[in-house]
């Protein structure tokens, strides 16, 4: 299995609160991906990383932002949290961007109260 | 841009029966397919991939996938399901130039009876 964490693995929060989301990888895979999923909508891609400091969005990004200062880190942070942000959320990485398979890893479950 | 589409939703097959997921793409060029499957509570885990040359491609847990170009398919097969099947399948296809992620379908539930 491919070396990646995700912390923490369920969280619940209310409304208008700062949440970061960690996702850690020991493959040291380039490409770095925050997606979420919802009954009914499948995996949703929230924003990408290709590199260190080099990242952009997805289909959902607003409401989200990203950082990554080291090549094994990749965080999500919702600046201020809302009810439509409750989901599980998983993070993945590759090698290269679309003419590779991604690695998941095992989700984190938000709840916004 | 590709897209993905996985016709069907929900599918329930008996044990010990066949399987077929269904999974069409959009994409210029020869594609990346990919088939991945998520059990409950679980992160997803890839069961197969077509990147060039024999278009059967035979994946873990006794999946196969045949890569149709002229049908824009890459459908997904099993002789005989097992309970144990049961979950969330995704068809993903990339390709794309540059820094363009996979495309992902919105999954096809499976359930299993006895």
């Known amino acids: 299995d491919a070396g990646i964490t995700q912390s923490p693995r369920h969280k619940v929060t209310e409304t208008g609160t700062p949440v970061t989301l960690r996702c850690h990888q020991t493959?040291?895979?380039?490409?770095m991906y925050w997606y979420r999923q919802d009954p009914g909508h499948g995996l949703r891609l929230i924003h990408y990383?290709?590199?260190?400091?080099?990242?952009d969005k997805g289909e959902v990004s607003d409401g989200y932002s990203v950082s990554r200062s080291k090549t094994e880190d990749f965080l999500l942070t919702l600046e201020s949290a809302t009810s439509s942000q409750t989901s599980v959320y998983f993070c993945?990485?590759?090698?290269?961007?679309?003419?590779?398979?991604?690695?998941f890893g095992p989700g984190t479950r938000l709840t916004v109260t | 841009a590709q897209s993905v589409t996985q016709p069907d939703i929900h599918i329930t097959v008996s044990e010990g029966a066949s399987l077929e997921l269904r999974c069409n793409y959009s994409?210029?060029?020869?594609?990346?397919l990919f088939w991945y499957v998520q059990s409950p509570g679980q992160g997803l885990q890839l069961l197969l991939k077509?990147?060039?040359?024999?278009?059967l491609v035979q994946g873990i847990k006794g999946f196969e996938a045949e890569f149709k170009r002229s049908q824009s398919s890459f459908n997904l097969r099993k002789p005989s399901v097992h309970w144990s099947d049961a979950a969330e399948y995704f068809c993903?296809?990339?390709?794309?130039?540059?820094?363009?992620?996979?495309?992902f379908g919105k999954g096809t539930r499976l359930s299993v009876i006895a």
């Open positions: 493959e040291n895979h380039r490409y």
């Open positions: 077509y990147f060039s040359g024999d278009t």
């Open positions: 993903a296809v990339g390709g794309g130039q540059g820094n363009t992620p996979l495309v």
């Open positions: 993945a990485i590759s090698p290269a961007a679309s003419s590779y398979e991604q690695y």
């Open positions: 990383s290709y590199g260190v400091k080099d990242t």
């Open positions: 994409y210029g060029a020869t594609p990346y």
